[in-house]
């Protein structure tokens, strides 16, 4: 795997949260920077095979927005 995909959100109660896509990693924290760390941190400790580590992370930003239908 040299690529692996986060879907960030903001946090109904401040900061954010990142879960990827296609693997069991999540993870959250109040800054953007403290984000990217403990993402880095997950990637560490999910893949224990040095070789199935992605190289890169994409972080996609999603935000939910309501529109009211008038």
């Known amino acids: 795997m040299k690529e692996i995909i ?3 959100n903001e946090a109904e109660e ?3 949260t990142a ?6 990693i999540f993870t959250d924290a109040e ?3 403290e984000l990217k760390t ?8 999910h893949f224990d095979n ?3 580590k992605p190289k890169i ?4 930003f999603v935000k939910d927005e309501i529109l009211e239908i008038v």
Request: charged content about 20%.
């Open 14 to 16: 401040g900061g954010f």
């Open 19 to 24: 879960r990827a896509l296609g693997e069991s």
């Open 31 to 33: 800054t953007m920077d």
């Open 38 to 45: 403990n993402i880095q941190e997950a990637i560490e400790c």
């Open 6 to 8: 986060f879907l960030i």
């Open 50 to 52: 040095p070789t199935d």
């Open 57 to 60: 992370a994409h972080l996609h």
